[in-house]
C-alpha cells in the first residue's frame, strides 16, 4: 500500500510503502448510482445535507451559461467550483437540470454523513482505505493504476479523466465532461470499474489518522473527471484526499463494501 514515485503528493501521506492486513470483504463492482439512491430516498424520505445547506458545489464548465451569470462568489483557492443554489444529486447542476439520463451514473453532491445514511440503510458500510486501495489494485502489486502502469495503454482510455487545459479546454477524448456511467471502461483484475477516476469516493477513515472530532476530515479515494496531471494526478491507487462529513460537490459519490460471510 501507498507509493514513493516521484510525483506522489508527500502532503497526503502517500508513502512510505508499507504492508497492510485487511480481513476479507466484500465490495460493488461499481458506485453507487442515481437509480440506486433514488430506491434510498423513495424508501426512507432522506434528504441530503447538500438540500439541507440549499446548494453544492458545481464545476464551472457544467453550469447553464444564464445560470454561471447569476452566481457572484467561487470557491477561493479553486475557482472552477460554484456554489449553485438548488444542486443537489437529483439536480446536480443545479434547477432545471435532472438525472433521467444518467440512472446509471454515479450519485453525487452526497456528503460522508449521506454516504453513511445509505450505508445503513443498505446494511452495507464504507470501505477503509486499506480494504479500497487493495481492491483498486486489483491483483497487482505497487502498479500505478488498476490496470496497470501505463495511462492510456496501446492508446486506450481506461477511466474517465481530464484531457486538454485544465480548467477550460477539455477534449472529451475519453468521452466525457462530467460523470460517465459507472461500469464505463474495462473493469480491473478483481472485476471493479472505474476505480480510478470519474468521481471521488467516500471512505471510512479520517484522513489525519483516528480522531474523535465530529468534523474530522474523511478520506476520499480514486480521483474524479476533473483530475490532470497538470493539476491533481490523484487518480493513481496510491493517492489520496480529504473532504468533510458535510461537504459535497459535483464529483463525489461512493460505493459500499460489506464484510464476507465466514462459512
Known amino acids: 500500500m501507498g507509493s514513493e514515485d516521484a510525483d506522489i503528493n508527500a502532503e497526503d501521506g502517500e508513502a512510505p510503502i508499507r504492508e497492510v492486513e485487511v480481513a476479507p470483504f466484500r465490495i460493488d463492482p461499481m458506485a453507487v448510482t442515481n437509480a440506486r439512491f433514488a430506491a434510498f430516498v423513495k424508501d426512507t424520505g432522506y434528504v441530503t445535507e447538500a438540500e439541507r445547506f440549499g446548494w453544492s458545489f458545481v464545476f464551472h464548465l457544467l453550469i447553464p451559461p444564464a445560470l454561471a451569470r447569476t452566481i457572484t462568489q467561487?470557491?477561493?483557492?479553486?475557482?472552477?467550483?460554484?456554489?449553485?443554489?438548488?444542486?443537489?444529486?437529483?439536480?446536480?447542476?443545479?434547477?432545471?437540470?435532472?438525472?433521467?439520463?444518467?440512472?446509471?451514473?454515479?450519485?453525487?453532491?452526497v456528503s460522508w454523513n449521506d454516504a453513511t445514511a445509505y450505508c445503513a440503510w443498505a446494511g452495507a458500510r464504507l470501505p477503509t482505505e486499506a480494504e479500497w486501495e487493495y481492491a483498486a489494485r486489483g491483483g497487482l502489486e505497487q502498479a500505478r493504476y488498476p490496470w496497470g502502469d501505463e495511462l492510456t495503454p496501446g492508446g486506450r482510455h481506461r477511466c474517465n479523466i481530464w484531457q486538454g487545459r485544465f480548467p477550460d479546454v477539455n477534449t472529451h477524448d475519453d468521452g466525457y465532461l462530467g460523470t460517465a456511467p459507472v461500469n464505463t471502461y474495462?473493469?480491473?483484475?478483481?472485476?471493479?470499474?472505474?476505480?480510478?477516476?470519474?468521481?471521488?469516493?467516500?471512505?471510512?477513515?479520517?484522513?489525519?489518522?483516528?480522531?474523535?472530532?465530529?468534523?474530522?476530515?474523511?478520506?476520499?479515494?480514486?480521483?474524479?473527471?476533473?483530475?490532470?496531471?497538470?493539476?491533481?494526478?490523484?487518480?493513481r491507487v496510491a493517492a489520496r484526499t480529504s473532504n468533510t462529513p458535510d461537504s459535497s460537490a459535483g464529483n463525489i459519490g461512493f460505493r459500499i463494501v460489506a464484510d464476507a460471510v465466514q462459512s
Do not use: I, K
Open 74 to 109: 467561487a470557491a477561493a483557492a479553486t475557482p472552477w467550483w460554484l456554489p449553485v443554489p438548488g444542486a443537489y444529486w437529483r439536480a446536480p447542476e443545479g434547477p432545471g437540470s435532472d438525472v433521467g439520463a444518467r440512472r446509471n451514473h454515479p450519485v453525487v453532491h
Open 186 to 235: 474495462a473493469p480491473n483484475g478483481y472485476g471493479l470499474h472505474n476505480m480510478s477516476g470519474n468521481v471521488w469516493e467516500w471512505t471510512a477513515d479520517t484522513f489525519h489518522g483516528p480522531s474523535d472530532e465530529e468534523q474530522q476530515p474523511r478520506a476520499m479515494r480514486g480521483g474524479s473527471y476533473l483530475c490532470h496531471a497538470s493539476y491533481c494526478n490523484r487518480y
